[in-house]
């Protein structure tokens, strides 16, 4: 009797063990038994999952999608719809070279928001890496934004239609403003690659225009390119504007070239109307 009882009592530990495999490997059937059982619940859940993706990307949609339409019709009481739908195509045009030259060169960006009397703009949620990076992007707005002006100008040229020329116009004058060697506006970011130095000669530009104008999202401008000039000048940032000299003569080619043709171009339709005016 001692020894029976002293046996299964060497033994109890592996014994033990067994229960133990056999329980795990129970509760693993159980566990798959109702995965099997309440798949549909799961399937359903990441089918949940894949709607809210969805209609995140389709909430940001509908936010450019929207903004859009209130600029339209902030600019429709002023100026008539025809005239406030392209007036907003050719923003949207613009803000679409900076979005599509920021997923080039592999930066995060938000979609266009518009803001009426403002423009658009996008957010950038990548840092550039250097001014270069910064320039590529800052001039993609002005190069694409430039042709949807010359295609107004086409589009008058085979209609006849005055709001064309009118459009044409507006659109020169949109992307000759914003190439202003001015941060944060396009063309402060195109200098930088060239000289951060020629940010000083944008300064009595804004200041006139804000003036002039007396509008207060330009003196914000104003601010904001003041506090960027002072914290290039008490902590200057020698290696993110270090650019070779062959990439600064290509950035000032671009940038000079872009203000000829798009001053030149609005004098023409300024001196086209006068002829009209006049003849």
Partial sequence: MENEFTGP??????HNKQKTRK???ALLGALLLLLSKFKFIIFFMLGKLKFLLVFLKLAK???????????????ANFYGWIFAVGFALLIFVHEMGH??????????VSAPIFIPFM???ITMKDHPADAVTEAKVAVGGPLVGSFGAFLCAAMYSLSGQDFWLALAYSGFMINLFNLIPFHPLDGGRIVSAISPKMWLVGIPLIVMAAF??????LFLLLILGLTQIYRQWKSPNQEYY????????????????????????MKLILDYHSALLNG
């Fill in 23 to 25: 329980g795990i490997w």
């Fill in 119 to 121: 423009g658009a703009f």
């Fill in 212 to 217: 002039k104008f007396f509008n207060p999202i």
């Fill in 61 to 75: 949609f509908l936010t450019t999608f929207g903004s859009m339409l209130l600029m339209v019709w902030v600019y």
């Fill in 242 to 265: 270090n650019t070779p000299l062959t990439t600064r003569a290509v950035f000032a080619g671009l940038y000079f070239g872009l203000l000829i043709i798009l001053g030149s171009s």
């Fill in 9 to 14: 009592d060497n033994n109890e530990q592996p």
């Fill in 99 to 108: 979005f599509l030259t920021a997923k080039y060169v592999g930066l995060n």
